[in-house]
């Protein structure tokens, strides 16, 4: 298991690690994981489902994003911390970086949702940039 990617909630009733490298990293500006969040964009990496292990209770909640896809989204139920979210099909999941031990090794490789992103949003201009969702399954 790599210590550079566990992680937990704020109240620390819900812990993760995950035991792959992961396959994308993503900032996603959707108007989903704005709410979410609270914060302007959500940065996060996507991992196979089966890498991916977590000890303590989450709560799930389910939206539909705008390309009509299901969603589910994983909180601590006792401090509500956001933290990780995975498409209806399953497989993978999108893990928020914020929520690692040691988040500082993130780095996204592209911004997505970027037709939603706010104003005072600031992104990196050497990061590619889609305006929806890119054809990859990630967010
Ligand atoms: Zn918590
Ligand atoms: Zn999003």
Known sequence: MTPKYEGGCLCGAVRYS???EPVATVN??????????GGPYIAGFVVPA??????????WYA????SGRRSER????ICGSSLFGRPEAGGVLFV?????DDPSWFKPAIDIYTSSA???????PAVTKFEKMPPMDAG
């Open 18 to 20: 995950c035991s792959d």
């Open 28 to 37: 996603c500006h959707c108007r989903d994981c704005q709410r979410t969040s």
């Open 50 to 59: 089966r890498a991916f292990s977590t000890t303590g209770e989450v709560a």
């Open 63 to 66: 939206t539909t994003a705008d």
């Open 74 to 77: 994983a909180f601590c139920p």
């Open 96 to 100: 928020h970086a914020t929520t690692l």
């Open 118 to 124: 706010q104003p005072w949003d600031v992104m990196d």
